[in-house]
């Protein structure tokens, strides 16, 4: 009976399982099913099954009872053809249905919301003892000694009041890929050799982008794509659910089922803390209920990967403030976190040239004119690798375009490096691209780094193009986190990194926007890129100090950054020497001095600077950019008054 995708429980020598499970079943206990109900006049919802014997029985609503009731069923004996058929619905003790989710097959989507009721059970100990629970009154009554009562679907505490969100208020019309899938595309982990299953797709757009533009895609969603595929794929997103949910074990239901689902990797992205205003909304558990009654839940980075790695049980890889991944293919979690702190990813980004006008007919016509766009996709990989690429290394529908103009490959790549592209560009993306690899190398050998068996082959072609072998980087690289102990070659990196006008450098501190930091010098990249290891998501935040003696990493998280004197949310300081990290948060700090983290062709800089400027003349900041609570500082200007 227990087949690999049966979905049922074992009591006393029955099996339960739900009417939905009834295909998963071996062939005899189907005909036995279809006898019995073939003499069955009302709609039963559950089988309790054994070879010579079985019942239908009919449970109140399924879906929306926590604990469902027994109303109807019916008996049928095998070998003696008896039939019987007992009412329990006008009974004031009826049995009671536990666990119900123990009855559907293992891809049904109602299981998160039915585990996360069990699980709520369980830590009150309600099942504890089995044998007294069977019944109405003696559930109530264990209910009640717990502190807890059944409204609906909903197990919630004697005081609490129920509320019903509207999940489905909170899917928006998207104009573009949402920043998780456009993030996944940019660092490589998602490709049109993937599949994707969005996980709770909403209205679909993500899914409608992809396939548009030459991606396998396929979504569900509970409320607007009921009917959709819910099957493994390559990849999984789970793209701002988690977010809307109010049941914290259903939460987690939630992000073990997309887990499921993921062969090969799975994003998952949330509301940030901070980063979204919460007046007009009202408290609601551990989040916060709009006026339409739809709920949100914002998660400090911490929060978010905590969650995931502790249901995934894989240290997860952060992308951006509320959005992280975690892979089961550990050559693809390489690849995605070689680009996500590659420098050169940002060549692509560059112009290209001109493209060639079409000459007169009196003229040889250059490739350029024929297959202009797939000379430019060419250079676009050319760029992103620092060399010419190989031909696998270029996208099949590169490829395929190319086959069909009648135009080899060998003949593509010279014309793309006669006619369209830029040898000082691809020269300082080499440059780029060898700098990547130290600081990938680099940082696989700092103490608590994740360890990997093998390279995968795109990391192995850069190796032999840029060092010639894996013993040689490997040296290189054991060499630059030497340098690192070395305060001269920090601050020397600090200084080039300040001089390059990407972050400011004084009274040894340097300081930066953490969303420059695929621009910084080796060091520094590698300095943050330890400091990531010690305590997972410090990039995730706004903003970045790092200090020579000691080399220390502060991160720190703001609500409103864009403001003259954001809020300072949280600080995290992570000690590379002791290889420990220290988490402060705040409810009344402001950050001073913005200004040392802009870049002085910010919009904003020059206004900022001015600002700054007068609290250092007036006496309210001093040099270190410390001054007073921002409660102190509205009361300040309060006396002051209007000037």
């Not at 073939?38 to 449970?59: E, G, H, I, Q, T």
């Not at 490829?399 to 000082?424: H, N, P, Q, T, Y």
């Not at 000691?550 to 995290?572: H, N, R, W, Y």
Request: proline share 5%; glycine share 8%; with cysteine.
């Amino acid at each position: 009976m227990e087949g690999r995708r049966f979905g049922g429980k074992r009591v006393g020598g029955f099996f339960y399982f739900h009417r939905v499970s009834l295909d998963l079943v071996p062939e005899e206990a189907k005909r036995a099913v279809e006898e019995a109900a073939a003499r069955a006049d009302f709609d039963w919802n559950v089988v309790k099954y054994s070879p010579s014997r079985l019942s239908l029985l009919l449970y109140e609503d399924f879906d929306n009872a926590a604990f469902p009731a027994l109303l109807m069923a019916a008996s049928y004996d095998r070998g003696t053809g008896t039939f019987r058929v007992t009412d329990y619905s006008r009974r004031a003790n009826p049995p009671i249905l536990h666990r119900k989710e123990t009855l559907l097959p293992p891809d049904d989507p109602r299981l998160p919301a039915f585990l996360a009721i069990t699980r709520k059970a369980e830590e009150k100990g309600l099942f504890a003892d089995s044998k007294r629970i069977g019944m109405r009154e003696a559930w109530q009554k264990k209910l009640a000694e717990a502190g807890l009562r059944v409204e609906g679907a909903k197990v919630v505490s004697i005081e609490e009041t129920a509320v019903e969100v509207s999940r489905e208020k909170t899917a928006i019309v998207r104009t573009g890929l949402s920043q998780p899938v456009a993030l996944m595309i940019r660092y490589g982990m998602l490709s049109k050799e993937h599949e994707l299953f969005d996980y709770g797709c909403g209205r679909g757009d993500d899914v409608a982008t992809l396939q548009t533009n030459g991606y396998m895609a396929f979504g569900w969603d509970p409320n607007y794509r009921r009917n959709g595929e819910r099957r493994a794929a390559d990849i999984v997103n789970l793209g701002f659910v988690l977010n809307v949910i109010e049941d914290p074990h259903e939460r987690v239901e939630t992000l073990k089922a997309a887990w499921g689902y993921a062969k090969r990797g799975l994003a998952v992205a949330v509301m940030p803390r901070g980063k979204y205003s919460t007046e007009g909304l009202v408290p609601h558990g551990d989040g916060w209920l709009s006026r339409k009654r739809t709920f949100q839940k914002f998660f400090t980075q911490d929060e978010l990967t905590e969650l995931v790695q502790s249901v995934t049980g894989e240290r997860p890889l952060t992308f951006a403030p509320g959005i992280v991944a975690v892979f089961r293919d550990k050559d693809l979690e390489q690849q995605v976190a070689f680009r996500k702190r590659s420098r050169s990813l940002l060549f692509p980004e560059t112009a290209l040239p001109p493209r060639l006008e079409r000459p007169s007919t009196t003229e040889a016509v250059p490739l350029s004119a024929k297959a202009g766009e797939e000379l430019e996709a060419i250079w676009r990989t050319a760029l992103a690798l620092g060399r010419l690429p190989l031909e696998e290394e270029v996208d099949d529908t590169t490829k395929e375009s190319l086959r069909l103009k009648g135009i080899s490959f060998s003949r593509a790549i010279s014309a793309c490096a006669r006619e369209v592209s830029d040898a000082g560009l691809l020269a300082a993306a080499a440059v780029a691209r060898r700098e990547d690899l130290l600081v990938h190398f680099a940082l696989s050998l700092f103490p608590g780094a994740p360890s990997y068996s093998s390279l995968p082959a795109s990391i192995q072609r850069d190796v032999r193009a840029f060092f010639g072998s894996h013993a040689a980087v490997i040296e290189a690289a054991r060499q630059q986190l030497m340098l690192l102990r070395n305060p001269e070659s920090l601050e020397d990196a600090f200084t080039r990194a300040a001089a390059e006008g990407i972050a400011s450098f004084e009274g040894g501190t340097l300081r930066f926007a953490m969303d420059r930091l695929q621009r910084m010098p080796v060091g520094v990249r590698i300095v943050v890129g330890c400091a990531e290891i010690v305590h997972e998501g410090v990039s995730a935040a706004d903003l970045a100090e790092v200090t020579v003696s000691p080399v220390t990493v502060t991160a720190i998280t703001c609500e409103g950054f864009d403001t003259a004197l954001p809020k300072v949310m949280s600080q995290t300081t992570v000690d590379l020497s002791r290889q420990k990290s220290r988490i402060r948060t705040y409810d009344d700090r402001l950050l001073y001095l913005r200004s040392r983290f802009l870049e002085p062709t910010h919009p904003g800089y020059r206004k900022q600077k001015e600002a700054d400027e007068r609290l250092l003349a007036l006496g309210i900041v001093d040099d270190k950019g410390r001054g007073p609570r921002a409660s102190v500082l509205a009361a300040m200007m309060a006396r002051k008054g209007p000037q």
